[in-house]
Structures are given as structure tokens and as C-alpha cells.
């Protein structure tokens, strides 16, 4: 009998998954990924069935509670799951739900209109991917129970005392075998999430509780003005061009549209689109309907009044400066992807446009004052937009291998090969210094950046051209910049941040991801853009030397040594490194650690370097001041 050949295949070799084996086997096919995503994307499928209650009318009420054993609860006051035997399945329909794929309410169109929810796949994937679930559910004239281990019912639903009130608690604790990178859910994530629904859905009230601190915290998020109120907050320390948010709603049999838009004196641009209460966070048609519609009314507004015949005002142009928020409610929603990232119903890009081209030029007509002022806005806009252009052109024409092109503080590699050559961007020249030293100099380029460079989110393209450490950045990489942007013009293999390890280290990063996000993000998707880690703690001992990169490494280091001798140094920056610390640290490449920096990272960067801006240098004070009480007792080691 000869050996059975390893590249044989045939029926016995099909395995038929069955259940919600194939959500264990498989997760990243339904959450998107096993990291803090699809973690949190657990809580978002739990409340998404709640909101869809809200939509339908049956739920007022949505609690959400961070547990001290690092479950989640969810719970409303809608109609409840169903409990009575399933006609199909001849078990609970509470029981269905939670252990058969595709088994909902929202395929057929009397239940709900609208949804969220993925069709009846979301509870019963928390279900899969879970220790434990706990579920709750009041209809009926009774409470009724039923656990679940690993998707598995532990038990029959059980009917406990009578009730007249009726809702569904979900507790459900993910599965670490499952979720091995973390199982700790992000407060402010959780909250943004939250607040975000609250917005988009009027009247109903979201408490978010998080039992896991002491004393316990509680907030409450609820918004009678919906999209407006999500604007005036998006605009918070911001000074708007004109004061009234506007917004326009349409409601037809098939389809709801809200939408709310407010220009402001600063230059950054925030469009946020939703479809069924889901952030849409690449767009989609709806937010192409938008933008269309946007800039046809105001080039229209501008052509009938004569104003600024002489200059032609783009999309850009016009959307500078402008905060906006579309959410659209349609019955058969198509989404690309299974996270739901970008909706692809072609009609809703029509119906988008339609609202506004006609709702618009009547606001327009009726507030020509505030219609002049965007339209100025968007005229200085064109025109710093043309200045950007000579500015890049002007560098563009200097050759990238010329000598008086590159910038003088650049302390260039001897190789003319960029398949092998590295840039290091580090802080200021005390880093810089150590750096020089430390590189193999044939590969290894060195462009040290002073201070915290320019946030390019809150200035104008021409001002941030203009800026000396951005400059330096375009002229020693060589690829040119957004539309001139030639990837095969890098220098550079890989571009490299060596920042401190320390909170202005990781704010230094964040700036920078925020320029090449903006400018140059074919730097990032080709995978040329990375983070070095250098330690922030030398311990020594005994046994030898120990590089520690951050808190977390020292504490585990305390428990793991707790009975020997050793001395530990804090690195306050770079610069008190010696060369051969730095080059086995951060920049061999045989021991050094490099994280490779994708497009997420880079759109969060963005989100990041917006958001902390407004809060530390806004006109905000109270932001400020409550950054400074939530944070002041993690301040240590004070250069001072």
C-alpha cells in the first residue's frame, strides 16, 4: 500500500463547519480583525441592535456598562427579543438569534424599515467570539433568561417573575483565546462611539457607565437637535463664518436624508457620513451626492451675483473651512465590505444631490450675507491654492540628485540607491548628533526637524509650504507632493521616525503622520513609512544591560525581578544616548524595532493631531483645563 500523497485531495477532505464554528475559525471575516477594532466592534454590533429598535420607534432608552471583569452589558427598554418557540428551528427564537448566522428580524420589511444591524450575523457573532453571553429579555408579561458558553446554550430559556416592562440585557465577556492582543475596551473610543449615535438619532438617550474605576463614572448622551448639535460639537472652539448651522431632511417610503453643514474661519475640513447609523468612514455615494451638490450651489450663488468671476472656486475651495454631516436611513443598504466602511447605493448619491440643489440656493436666497462670506472663503482659498501650486512647481523643477536641492542640516547617506537607503527623521540636533555617529553612513540618512512642526490640519497648503521643517521634509525625500507625488522619486526605501520616547516623542509623530497623511500618502500605502522604537529605560544589573521600551516593560520587569539588584536610568531624550546605545537600540537593523505604519494609522494621526490641537492651543479653556485634571497625575519625571 503506498504512502498516501501530500497534495491529494478529495471528498473526505471537506470540512463542513457547522454552527458559529465557522465565526471562531474565521473572525476577521465578520469583525474585521482579532486587535482593538474587532474588540470594540463587539460592543458596536450589541448596541447597533438596540438603535435599530430606536429607529423603529419600540426604544427610547440605550445603557451601556464597562464591568469590572472586563464584560460588557447593553441594555434598552425596546419590544425584547423574541422568546416563543421559532416555526423552523422549534427552539426559542431568543435561542435562534444567538446561535444561527443570518437569523433576524430585518430581512423581511415589517419589522424594521431601517437597520444597522448585519442581517442577524452581529449577536450571534458576539455569541461565537465569547466566554460567556448573558442575555436578559422582558416581553411577554415575564423576565426570561438564557446563558451561553462559546456560543453554545448553556441551558434552556428559562421564564423568571412576571414583568410588565419590556427590553433586552446583553452581558458578554470576548473570548481571549479569541482577542489575544488586548481585552481592554478604550473609554474615550467607546464614548465618541456613543455620543456619535446620540447625534444621529434625536430624543434617544445613550449612558455610557464604566464600573471598572472608582469611584464609578457616568455619562449621558442626548441630543434634541440631532445633526445640528453634531455640528455645533464637531465646531467647538472653532469660530464660525456665520452662526445658524443649516440643514435640509427629506424623508421618502424607501429612504431618510438628514443633512447639516457650518463653515468657520479655520481651514480644516470635516465631513463625517453615516448610512443606517453607521459611520461610513470611507464615504460612498452619499457623500459624493454631497460634495457635487455643495459646490454647484455655491459656484451658482457666486455666478449669479458676479462675485469673483475672475478666479475659478474647485470642490476644495469651496469645502475648505466647511463642517458637515450627512446621515442616510435606506432598506436595502449596500455596503463595501463586511465592516461597512463605504455605501454603494447609487441612488443615494442622486437623492443626496437632489435635496440640496434644492434646498440650498433657497438658503442661499434667503441669507445672501452669509452666502457672500463662504464664497469669499473659498475665493481666498483658490488663491492659496494657486500659490501652493508655484511653490510646488518651483521645487518640483529642482533635481532631486542636485546638491543645492536638498536641504543643508540634511546629513545625507553615500549610497545613490534607494532601494537600500533609509532616512531618519529625529528630533531637533541633540538627537541628531548621537545619530550621525551611531548610522552605518552608506545607508543611513539623518534630517533632524526642529521642535513640533506645523499641525498642516489647521493651516492653509500655502502656509505649510512655506514652513522650514516641511520644506526640508519634501526637498530630502524628492517625490513631490499631491498631485505632482512620484512614489519612484523617493530617495529613500524606507522613511523612518526616531522620536524620544516620551509624550512629546509620540506627539512629534503624530504632527509628522499628519503631513505625509495629507501630502504624500503614497509614502504610507507602499509601505515605506515606519516608527523606530528607542527604549525609554536602561536597567543594569549583574547579569548585564537591559533596554526597557516604555512603563508597561519596566513594571513587568519590577515583578519579574523582584529579588535582585539592579540600577534603572530614565532616557529623558535621545540625546543622552551614546552612539552605540542608539545603533543597537533604534537603528541596526538586526536588533532595532520598526513598526510599520499603515493608512489607519495615518487617518487616526490626522483625527488625533485635530483633536489634541483644538484641546491644548483652542479657544476652549474648559477642554484645556479638564485635559490638565485628567491627566496631571500621570505627569512624572519632569524636566525641570
Given at each position: 500500500?503506498?504512502?498516501?500523497?501530500?497534495?491529494?485531495?478529495?471528498?473526505?477532505?471537506?470540512?463542513?463547519?457547522?454552527?458559529?464554528?465557522?465565526?471562531?475559525?474565521?473572525p476577521?471575516?465578520y469583525?474585521?480583525s482579532?486587535?482593538?477594532?474587532?474588540?470594540?466592534?463587539?460592543?458596536?454590533?450589541?448596541v447597533?441592535?438596540?438603535?435599530?429598535?430606536?429607529?423603529?420607534?419600540?426604544?427610547?432608552?440605550?445603557?451601556?456598562?464597562?464591568?469590572?471583569?472586563?464584560?460588557?452589558?447593553?441594555?434598552?427598554?425596546?419590544?425584547g427579543?423574541?422568546?416563543?418557540?421559532?416555526?423552523?428551528?422549534?427552539?426559542?427564537?431568543?435561542t435562534?438569534?444567538?446561535?444561527?448566522?443570518?437569523?433576524?428580524?430585518?430581512?423581511?420589511?415589517?419589522?424594521y424599515t431601517v437597520?444597522?444591524?448585519?442581517?442577524?450575523?452581529?449577536?450571534?457573532?458576539?455569541?461565537?467570539?465569547?466566554?460567556?453571553?448573558k442575555?436578559?429579555?422582558?416581553?411577554?408579561?415575564?423576565?426570561?433568561t438564557?446563558?451561553f458558553?462559546?456560543?453554545?446554550?448553556?441551558?434552556?430559556?428559562?421564564?423568571?417573575?412576571?414583568?410588565?416592562?419590556t427590553?433586552?440585557?446583553?452581558?458578554f465577556l470576548?473570548?481571549?483565546?479569541?482577542?489575544?492582543?488586548?481585552?481592554?475596551?478604550?473609554?474615550?473610543?467607546?464614548?465618541?462611539r456613543?455620543r456619535q449615535?446620540?447625534?444621529?438619532n434625536?430624543?434617544l438617550?445613550?449612558?455610557?457607565?464604566d464600573?471598572?474605576?472608582?469611584?464609578?463614572?457616568?455619562?449621558?448622551?442626548?441630543?434634541k437637535?440631532?445633526?445640528?448639535?453634531?455640528?455645533?460639537?464637531?465646531n467647538?472652539?472653532?469660530?464660525?463664518?456665520?452662526?445658524?448651522v443649516?440643514?435640509?431632511?427629506d424623508?421618502?417610503?424607501?429612504?431618510?436624508?438628514?443633512?447639516?453643514?457650518q463653515?468657520?474661519t479655520?481651514?480644516d475640513?470635516?465631513?463625517?457620513?453615516?448610512?443606517?447609523?453607521?459611520?461610513?468612514?470611507?464615504?460612498g455615494?452619499?457623500?459624493?451626492?454631497?460634495r457635487?451638490?455643495?459646490?454647484?450651489?455655491?459656484?451658482?450663488?457666486?455666478?449669479?451675483?458676479?462675485?469673483?468671476?475672475?478666479?475659478?472656486?474647485?470642490?476644495?475651495?469651496?469645502?475648505?473651512?466647511?463642517?458637515?454631516?450627512?446621515?442616510?436611513?435606506?432598506?436595502?443598504?449596500?455596503?463595501?465590505?463586511?465592516?461597512?466602511?463605504?455605501?454603494?447605493?447609487?441612488?443615494?448619491?442622486?437623492?443626496?444631490q437632489?435635496?440640496?440643489?434644492?434646498e440650498?440656493p433657497?438658503?442661499?436666497?434667503?441669507?445672501?450675507k452669509?452666502?457672500?462670506?463662504?464664497?469669499?472663503?473659498?475665493?481666498?482659498?483658490?488663491?492659496?491654492?494657486?500659490?501652493?501650486?508655484?511653490?510646488?512647481?518651483?521645487?518640483?523643477?529642482?533635481?532631486?540628485?542636485?546638491?543645492?536641492?536638498?536641504?543643508?542640516?540634511l546629513?545625507?547617506?553615500?549610497s545613490?540607491?534607494?532601494?537600500?537607503?533609509?532616512l531618519?527623521?529625529?528630533?531637533?540636533?541633540?538627537?541628531?548628533?548621537?545619530?550621525?555617529?551611531?548610522?552605518?553612513s552608506?545607508?543611513q540618512?539623518?534630517?533632524?526637524?526642529?521642535?513640533?512642526?506645523?499641525?498642516?490640519?489647521?493651516?492653509?497648503?500655502n502656509?505649510?509650504?512655506?514652513?522650514?521643517?516641511?520644506?526640508?521634509?519634501?526637498?530630502?525625500?524628492?517625490?513631490?507632493?499631491?498631485?505632482?507625488?512620484n512614489?519612484?522619486?523617493s530617495?529613500y526605501?524606507?522613511?523612518?521616525?526616531?522620536?524620544?520616547?516620551?509624550?512629546?516623542?509620540?506627539?512629534?509623530?503624530?504632527?509628522?503622520?499628519t503631513?505625509?497623511?495629507?501630502?504624500?500618502?503614497?509614502?504610507?500605502t507602499?509601505?515605506?513609512?515606519?516608527?523606530?522604537e528607542?527604549p525609554?529605560y536602561?536597567?543594569?544589573?549583574?547579569?548585564?544591560?537591559?533596554?526597557?521600551?516604555d512603563?508597561e516593560?519596566?513594571?513587568?520587569?519590577?515583578?519579574?525581578?523582584?529579588?535582585?539588584?539592579?540600577?534603572?536610568?530614565?532616557?529623558?531624550?535621545?540625546?543622552?544616548?551614546?552612539?552605540?546605545?542608539?545603533?543597537?537600540?533604534?537603528m541596526?537593523?538586526?536588533?532595532?524595532?520598526?513598526?510599520?505604519?499603515?493608512?489607519?494609522?495615518?487617518?487616526?494621526?490626522?483625527?488625533?493631531?485635530?483633536?489634541?490641537?483644538?484641546?491644548?492651543?483652542?479657544n476652549?479653556?474648559?477642554?484645556?483645563?479638564?485635559?490638565?485634571?485628567?491627566?496631571?497625575?500621570d505627569?512624572?519625571?519632569?524636566?525641570?
Amino acid at each position: 500500500m503506498s504512502k498516501k500523497d501530500s497534495n491529494s485531495y478529495d471528498s473526505k477532505d471537506i470540512k463542513i463547519l457547522e454552527g458559529l464554528e465557522a465565526v471562531r475559525k474565521r473572525p476577521a471575516m465578520y469583525i474585521g480583525s482579532t486587535g482593538p477594532n474587532g474588540l470594540h466592534h463587539l460592543i458596536w454590533e450589541v448596541v447597533d441592535n438596540s438603535v435599530d429598535e430606536a429607529m423603529a420607534g419600540r426604544c427610547s432608552d440605550i445603557k451601556v456598562s464597562l464591568e469590572k471583569n472586563g464584560s460588557v452589558t447593553v441594555e434598552d427598554n425596546g419590544s425584547g427579543i423574541p422568546v416563543k418557540p421559532h416555526p423552523k428551528t422549534k427552539v426559542s427564537a431568543l435561542t435562534t438569534v444567538l446561535t444561527t448566522l443570518h437569523a433576524g428580524g430585518k430581512f423581511e420589511s415589517g419589522a424594521y424599515t431601517v437597520s444597522g444591524g448585519l442581517h442577524g450575523v452581529g449577536i450571534s457573532v458576539v455569541n461565537a467570539l465569547s466566554t460567556f453571553v448573558k442575555v436578559e429579555v422582558q416581553r411577554d408579561g415575564y423576565l426570561w433568561t438564557q446563558d451561553f458558553d462559546l456560543g453554545k446554550p448553556k441551558s434552556k430559556i428559562k421564564r423568571g417573575k412576571a414583568s410588565k416592562k419590556t427590553g433586552t440585557k446583553v452581558n458578554f465577556l470576548a473570548d481571549p483565546k479569541i482577542f489575544e492582543e488586548t481585552q481592554t475596551y478604550e473609554y474615550n473610543i467607546v464614548a465618541e462611539r456613543l455620543r456619535q449615535t446620540a447625534f444621529l438619532n434625536k430624543g434617544l438617550k445613550i449612558t455610557l457607565i464604566d464600573n471598572r474605576v472608582k469611584p464609578a463614572t457616568k455619562e449621558e448622551y442626548h441630543y434634541k437637535g440631532g445633526l445640528v448639535d453634531f455640528v455645533t460639537y464637531m465646531n467647538e472652539g472653532f469660530e464660525p463664518l456665520h452662526e445658524k448651522v443649516i440643514s435640509f431632511t427629506d424623508q421618502t417610503k424607501d429612504s431618510e436624508i438628514e443633512v447639516a453643514l457650518q463653515w468657520k474661519t479655520e481651514d480644516d475640513v470635516a465631513v463625517k457620513s453615516f448610512a443606517n447609523n453607521i459611520h461610513t468612514l470611507e464615504g460612498g455615494t452619499h457623500e459624493e451626492g454631497l460634495r457635487t451638490a455643495v459646490t454647484k450651489a455655491i459656484n451658482d450663488f457666486a455666478k449669479k451675483r458676479n462675485l469673483h468671476s475672475d478666479i475659478s472656486l474647485s470642490g476644495d475651495d469651496i469645502r475648505e473651512g466647511m463642517t458637515g454631516v450627512v446621515s442616510v436611513r435606506v432598506r436595502e443598504p449596500q455596503f463595501e465590505g463586511q465592516t461597512k466602511t463605504k455605501l454603494g447605493n447609487t441612488e443615494m448619491k442622486s437623492k443626496v444631490q437632489v435635496l440640496i440643489n434644492e434646498e440650498f440656493p433657497k438658503w442661499l436666497g434667503k441669507n445672501t450675507k452669509e452666502g457672500r462670506a463662504i464664497v469669499e472663503r473659498a475665493a481666498l482659498a483658490a488663491k492659496a491654492r494657486m500659490s501652493a501650486k508655484k511653490a510646488r512647481e518651483l521645487t518640483k523643477r529642482k533635481s532631486i540628485l542636485e546638491t543645492s536641492g536638498l536641504p543643508g542640516k540634511l546629513a545625507d547617506c553615500s549610497s545613490t540607491d534607494p532601494t537600500e537607503s533609509e532616512l531618519f527623521i529625529v528630533e531637533g540636533d541633540s538627537a541628531a548628533g548621537p545619530a550621525k555617529q551611531a548610522r552605518d553612513s552608506r545607508v543611513q540618512a539623518i534630517l533632524p526637524i526642529r521642535g513640533k512642526i506645523i499641525n498642516v490640519q489647521k493651516v492653509t497648503e500655502n502656509r505649510a509650504l512655506q514652513n522650514e521643517e516641511i520644506s526640508a521634509l519634501i526637498k530630502a525625500i524628492g517625490t513631490g507632493i499631491k498631485a505632482e507625488f512620484n512614489e519612484e522619486e523617493s530617495r529613500y526605501d524606507k522613511i523612518i521616525f526616531l522620536t524620544d520616547a516620551d509624550v512629546d516623542g509620540a506627539h512629534i509623530r503624530t504632527l509628522l503622520l499628519t503631513f505625509f497623511f495629507k501630502f504624500m500618502p503614497g509614502l504610507i500605502t507602499s509601505g515605506r513609512m515606519w516608527i523606530s522604537e528607542p527604549p525609554l529605560y536602561r536597567v543594569k544589573a549583574s547579569s548585564g544591560i537591559t533596554y526597557l521600551k516604555d512603563d508597561e516593560a519596566l513594571e513587568a520587569f519590577k515583578k519579574e525581578n523582584k529579588s535582585k539588584k539592579y540600577d534603572i536610568s530614565r532616557f529623558k531624550g535621545l540625546g543622552e544616548m551614546n552612539a552605540g546605545e542608539l545603533w543597537d537600540t533604534a537603528m541596526n537593523p538586526e536588533t532595532r524595532t520598526l513598526v510599520q505604519v499603515t493608512l489607519a494609522d495615518a487617518k487616526g494621526a490626522m483625527a488625533k493631531a485635530s483633536d489634541m490641537f483644538e484641546v491644548l492651543m483652542g479657544n476652549d479653556v474648559s477642554k484645556r483645563k479638564l485635559f490638565i485634571e485628567q491627566n496631571a497625575k500621570d505627569v512624572r519625571f519632569l524636566d525641570v
